[in-house]
């Protein structure tokens, strides 16, 4: 398996295709573009269409290690960069006072060596293995609050860490990295300077189509046709949460495992959970509006054939 980067936008095109994942051509611009130039990729847009995804390819295509930040509201550097091992530097102490050969300054040093640090992601994506930098995936930075952010900043711009007790770290070749947002908060400016910015949409109903078949290969087609439809005309209804790629990709499943060729209204209202994650969504598709949303499916379907 290859670790080189792509040469050119079609090579990325048929990288993400050979790993199931459909893009368009404005994506796989950008990502080129952001390999070449050694810049993150901060990739933003509603819950569900993908921007994770890319990440886990790049690194299974590329044979990248993936190092993956989950974000959440109060991460800190301790979760997220590095933290001193407190119950090993203690052992160490007690064996050196045991042992009668307390020497505080040598202790000192001994105990805040490299040999007692847990490395966090962020530290971990520093580092380099045999097939290249890894892929340094931080998902969800909306999730944080700014002072993290404030201290992505020289993490991004120098891929460096600074630690008081060692000195500052920084990484022989810096990692491909993708910053992912659901937009829940705007990101600081300062941060997304450093990187280059893509905005994930809801696919077209071709594309969310062939990816539909593409991740489902034996899906019925009339079926993937009519539930791609129906997911698309969902888009259009006033909805705390749409459905996103995953979760058409759910109900295709769902609606496969239940052997149906063809979608019906049964079917629809007895599958809504695997589309909508909210019950005041559910309620308002659900019986007469999914019905009447399905006839009018079905009724475009056919003019189209």
């Given at each position: 398996?290859?670790?080189?980067?792509?040469?050119?936008?079609?090579?990325?095109?048929?990288?993400l295709?050979?790993?199931?994942?459909?893009?368009?051509?404005?994506?796989?611009?950008?990502?080129f573009?952001?390999?070449?130039?050694?810049?993150?990729?901060?990739?933003?847009?509603?819950?569900?269409?993908?921007?994770?995804?890319?990440?886990?390819?790049?690194?299974?295509?590329?044979?990248?290690?993936?190092?993956?930040?989950?974000?959440?509201?109060?991460?800190?550097?301790?979760s997220?960069?590095?933290?001193w091992?407190?119950?090993?530097?203690?052992?160490?102490i007690?064996?050196?006072?045991?042992?009668?050969?307390?020497?505080k300054?040598?202790?000192?040093?001994?105990?805040?060596?490299k040999?007692f640090?847990?490395?966090?992601p962020?530290?971990q994506?520093?580092?380099?293995?045999?097939a290249?930098?890894?892929?340094?995936?931080?998902?969800?930075l909306?999730?944080?609050?700014?002072?993290?952010?404030?201290?992505?900043?020289?993490?991004?711009?120098?891929f460096?860490?600074?630690?008081?007790?060692?000195?500052?770290?920084?990484?022989?070749?810096?990692?491909?990295?993708?910053?992912?947002?659901?937009?829940?908060?705007?990101?600081?400016?300062?941060?997304?300077?450093?990187?280059?910015y893509h905005?994930?949409?809801?696919?077209?109903?071709?594309?969310?189509?062939?990816?539909?078949?593409?991740?489902?290969?034996?899906?019925?087609?009339?079926?993937?046709?009519?539930?791609?439809?129906?997911?698309?005309?969902?888009?259009?209804?006033?909805?705390?949460?749409?459905?996103?790629?995953?979760?058409?990709?759910?109900?295709?499943?769902?609606l496969?495992?239940?052997?149906?060729?063809?979608?019906?209204?049964?079917?629809?209202?007895?599958?809504?959970?695997?589309l909508?994650?909210?019950?005041?969504?559910?309620?308002?598709?659900?019986?007469?509006?999914?019905?009447?949303?399905?006839?009018?499916?079905?009724?475009?379907?056919?003019?189209?054939?």
């Amino acid at each position: 398996m290859s670790t080189a980067i792509p040469a050119n936008i079609d090579d990325i095109l048929a990288l993400l295709s050979n790993s199931d994942y459909i893009a368009d051509r404005s994506l796989a611009t950008t990502l080129f573009l952001s390999l070449k130039m050694g810049k993150p990729l901060f990739l933003e847009g509603e819950a569900g269409v993908g921007k994770t995804e890319i990440a886990k390819v790049l690194s299974s295509a590329l044979n990248r290690k993936l190092v993956r930040l989950q974000c959440y509201e109060g991460l800190d550097v301790a979760s997220a960069v590095y933290e001193w091992n407190y119950s090993r530097q203690m052992i160490e102490i007690r064996l050196s006072e045991a042992a009668g050969s307390v020497d505080k300054e040598n202790l000192s040093e001994n105990v805040f060596s490299k040999e007692f640090l847990i490395e966090r992601p962020l530290m971990q994506a520093l580092k380099s293995d045999g097939a290249g930098s890894p892929v340094l995936l931080i998902d969800e930075l909306d999730r944080t609050d700014e002072p993290f952010e404030a201290f992505l900043l020289e993490v991004l711009s120098d891929f460096q860490i600074t630690i008081p007790e060692i000195g500052t770290i920084k990484a022989e070749e810096p990692p491909i990295v993708i910053i992912t947002s659901n937009r829940t908060r705007e990101i600081h400016d300062a941060l997304k300077r450093r990187c280059l910015y893509h905005w994930v949409d809801y696919p077209s109903a071709e594309r969310e189509l062939e990816i539909v078949t593409t991740k489902l290969p034996g899906i019925d087609k009339e079926l993937s046709a009519q539930l791609v439809a129906f997911v698309q005309k969902l888009r259009d209804e006033d909805l705390f949460k749409l459905p996103g790629v995953a979760e058409t990709l759910d109900w295709a499943d769902a609606l496969t495992q239940l052997d149906k060729v063809t979608l019906d209204s049964e079917a629809i209202d007895n599958t809504l959970g695997t589309l909508l994650k909210y019950q005041d969504d559910i309620a308002k598709i659900h019986g007469s509006e999914a019905a009447q949303i399905l006839e009018q499916v079905k009724a475009e379907l056919a003019e189209a054939s």
